[in-house]
């Protein structure tokens, strides 16, 4: 029996890497896909996984998964009773936007960092494409920064194509395993491209009749950086279903309105419409951003709408 660390996950074929530094390819062994049916993929880039190869030293089979520190999901496409892993054994998780081309969805961010709180791995925002904003598009800029850093998120804004501020985050990435997560034409292939050219991932372009982001990286895949640590790249998405959290306990993973919530009359209250409420209050006084008690409410509706 062998270990490695699974580096790709292209449905399910896997390529592990050994501690050796050679790279071979596995798949799963049969009961192993069948032990949670509810996830798509029971192994996942960042997993520490055991393996046999018997005639052929260049492929094997995965037979065990070791222990997770921590993994961070979304809802399967299409497949409403059934979540994807995106990766394992994360130190630090990027959510990477813009504010525009393709314009910012605080839905999807807020999402994210949701389920980011919810499997405790800290997240940091990366603000790109700065080079492209005239003053207006700045202040918008400041207006979501200062949102996000009330919530207690910090964040960093860099232009991966002029090359601002990409030291910074090499220094913030370095001897961590930090997972990238954003919309598609964000520019996740181009910012890991500039901060290891070797890498040469393959860049997509912005639709312009839509304004979206076209996708290039179709499968997750983990990069070891020269100065220590690794960078997950992940598909581009264009939605982010929150997964395996209890109706009552959503609010928890928005950290200002946790906070906030120790003020409200019933321990049990929802910040719907219940009396006394502290978090509805805050709302009416700017305390808490509109946008972030929207995707609050909308992650309620969901929860109703799968169960």
């Not at 660390?5 to 896997?14: A, P, Q």
């Not at 400041?142 to 002029?162: D, F, H, T, V």
């Not at 179709?218 to 929150?242: H, Q, S, V």
């Not at 928005?254 to 929802?270: A, D, L, T, V």
Request: with cysteine; glycine share 8%.
């Amino acid at each position: 029996m062998e270990k490695g660390l699974v580096i790709k996950s292209i449905g399910n074929s896997y390529k592990v890497r050994l501690d050796d530094g050679r790279i071979i390819s596995c798949n799963i062994k049969g009961n192993l896909r069948l032990k949670d049916i509810k996830t798509t993929n029971p192994v996942a880039v960042g997993d520490w996984v055991e393996f046999t190869s018997k005639k052929n030293p260049e492929f094997g089979i995965i037979s065990g998964i070791t222990e997770r520190r921590n993994y961070i999901i979304r809802r399967a496409t299409n497949l409403s009773k059934q979540y994807h892993i995106i990766a394992a054994n994360v130190d630090m998780a990027y959510v990477m936007a813009t504010i525009i081309l393709p314009e910012i969805s605080t839905t999807f961010i807020d999402r994210v960092l949701a389920t980011a709180e919810a499997y405790r791995i800290p997240a940091t925002i990366i603000f790109n494409k700065i080079d492209l904003y005239d003053e207006e598009i700045l202040q918008l800029l400041a207006y979501y920064q200062n949102i996000y850093e009330k919530a207690g998120y910090p964040c960093i804004k860099i232009s991966a194509l002029k090359m601002f501020n990409i030291d910074l985050l090499k220094e913030h990435m370095k001897d961590r395993v930090n997972l990238l997560v954003g919309q598609s034409g964000v520019g996740k292939s181009l910012l890991i491209n500039m901060m290891q050219p070797e890498f040469n991932l393959k860049i997509g372009d912005i639709s312009h009749s839509h304004l979206k982001g076209k996708h290039t990286t179709t499968f997750a895949e983990m990069f070891e950086l020269a100065n220590g640590g690794y960078i997950i790249d992940t598909p581009g998405l264009k939605a982010f279903g929150a997964v395996d959290m209890e109706k009552g306990e959503i609010y928890h993973f928005f950290p200002e309105i946790f906070r906030i919530s120790n003020g409200c009359q019933y321990y049990n209250c929802m910040h719907t419409g219940e009396p006394n409420c502290a978090v509805k209050t805050a709302l009416g006084l700017g305390e808490i951003s509109e946008s972030r008690y929207i995707s609050y409410l909308g992650m309620l509706e969901e929860d109703k709408k799968y169960r």
